[in-house]
Nanobody
Framework: VQLVESGGGLVQAGGSLRLSCAASGVSGRTFSSYSMGWFRQAPGKEREIVADISWSGGVNYYAHYVDSVKGRFTISRDNAKNTVYLQMNSLKPEDTAVYYC?????????????WGQGTQVTVSS
C-alpha cells in the first residue's frame, strides 16, 4: 500500500488548508475497512497523532481528534477514491509541522502499517 499526501503549503494564521492522502495498492472494498489518519511532527518534537477515522461496522465510521485541533480540523474519507482528507481551519503557528498520512489494516490506527512521505504545513503569524 502506498500513501501519497498533497495539499500542504504556507498559510497565514487564521487561514485554511486541506490535505489529501491517496492510497494505492489496495482495493476500494478493502480500503473502506482501513483505519486512516494524520500525524504531524514539528521540529524538535515527537510525532503526534492529529486525527484518525476508523470503520466501526456497517457504513459507520468514527473520528477522533487530538484536543489541540478539536473544532478546527475535520477528517473525512472518500472510499470510492481511496482518499482521506484533513480540512484544517483557523490555523495557528503551532500547527506548523510535517503532516504524515497513515493507514492500518484493522479498526485501530496505532500503530500504523503504512506511512506517507509527509507534506509540510507552515503557518505564519
Amino acid at each position: 500500500v502506498q500513501l501519497v499526501e498533497s495539499g500542504g503549503g504556507l498559510v497565514q494564521a487564521g487561514g485554511s488548508l486541506r490535505l489529501s492522502c491517496a492510497a494505492s495498492g489496495v482495493s476500494g472494498r478493502t480500503f473502506s475497512s482501513y483505519s486512516m489518519g494524520w500525524f504531524r511532527q514539528a521540529p524538535g518534537k515527537e510525532r503526534e497523532i492529529v486525527a484518525d477515522i476508523s470503520w466501526s461496522g456497517g457504513v459507520n465510521y468514527y473520528a477522533h481528534y487530538v484536543d489541540s485541533v478539536k473544532g478546527r480540523f475535520t477528517i473525512s474519507r472518500d472510499n470510492a477514491k481511496n482518499t482521506v482528507y484533513l480540512q484544517m481551519n483557523s490555523l495557528k503557528p503551532e500547527d506548523t509541522a510535517v503532516y504524515y498520512c497513515a493507514a492500518a489494516n484493522r479498526r485501530q490506527l496505532v500503530p500504523p502499517d503504512y506511512w506517507g512521505q509527509g507534506t509540510q504545513v507552515t503557518v505564519s503569524s
